[in-house]
């Protein structure tokens, strides 16, 4: 699924506001400090005319030395150093600002697109996943144990633990999680909690429901007009670093279910990329529900994390309703 020329253009839109508001912060940052650190500007003035007048100086055929330049333009930047860290600002305070450092804001990292433009296209083609808004709210410093007792609280801590080692090893240690489990218990979340870190390190993460994913694939598979489209698709889905299929059992299962999703599991195992599965089912019923293949890769290839207890959501949702009911 190709980008359009509408959506490529939008995509670069985007980093131009972004490289744009990062030079209205650094402009704002000099001229705080020319106003507070006195001799700062007239140290920035004197570098100005040191390049300005050696340049002039070369054109009008001048022989000279440029060592000679490039020691009195690093005494001036160790002045201007000086005065900075000794009135108190760190010394990078005056350095661009850049939301992708790797790219410098630009898209690019040479001829290459960098993993932030990769993960920018994910997005734009599969905005309906909905992953940018998901990973606003999901995030572990929000995660708590405090509705879950004994065996259930047990597999809580154990999943989570089993999703920080996940993310820790993710460079280097090829996985699979296939969190499951009954309804409300955390699986979603913590599977959007483990993209949202992944995302933060410039990893590339798509997400679809189980629904989603599938509805996607069959509308682009029976339409022959489609192809290209669908083998953008398929490239997407093996290539991308993390794969989530959130609520596994949750689509209407058939044959063209069954195929695509062995399909997708097998050539990512192929290719070592790591996929994520949530599912209400239990592991008897996915071996009911699908092939005894799938069950077979699943079970073989993915850390099995069950998480039990009550209905999180359910808890949430009569909480706030009596104190809706209290104010």
Known sequence: MPLTNAQYDQIMHEYEERRALHRQELEERQRYVYENVP??????DQTATASVTFGKRLLSGERLD???LRQELAELARQKLLLLTEAGFSSDYLDM????QDCKDTGYVGNEKCHCFKQKIIETLYDKSNLKMLTKTANFKLMSDKYYQGEDLKRFHGAVNAAEDFINNFNSDYQNLFIYGTVGTGKSFLSTCIANELLKKGHSVIYFSSTGLFELLAENSFDYRNKQELRSIYDDLYGCELL????LGTERTNSFV???LFSCLNERDIRKKATIITTNLSLEELQMTYSDRIFSRVTSNYKLLKLSGQDIRKIKKIARKESEDFQ
């Open 39 to 44: 001799g700062y500007k007239d140290l920035e």
């Open 66 to 68: 440029r060592s000679a």
């Open 97 to 100: 600002g850049y939301t992708c």
């Open 244 to 247: 989530i299929i959130d609520d």
């Open 258 to 260: 069954a195929s695509e």
